[in-house]
């Protein structure tokens, strides 16, 4: 299981690491359009697994996201299987 903060909020809790992923990158792109300062990425959203201490910060989450092809070129890959 997986935790979404947000803005300091935890947001939800999901199966998988690419589950969370999509969840923030859905409001990402919601609020990108609006504007957002870097500081508010970088330092109030995150990912973290449940049993451990150490969150996933953003940047961390997009190149782990790149890295088993969930995200391409900055998409969403339709075709990756989720890991569960």
């Known amino acids: 299981m997986f935790e979404l903060t ?3 909020e935890m947001v939800g809790s999901y199966k998988s690491f690419s589950k969370t992923f999509m969840e923030l990158y859905k409001r990402l792109n919601s609020d990108l359009k609006e504007g957002m300062s870097w500081q ?3 330092t109030t959203i995150w990912i973290k697994k449940v049993g451990t ?3 996933i910060m953003f940047h ?3 190149d782990r996201a790149c890295r088993i092809g969930l995200l391409i070129d900055g998409k969403i890959n339709p075709n990756y299987k989720d890991e569960i």
């Open 60 to 62: 961390e989450a997009r």
């Open 6 to 8: 947000y803005g300091l």
């Open 40 to 42: 508010f990425l970088e």
């Open 53 to 55: 201490t150490s969150p």
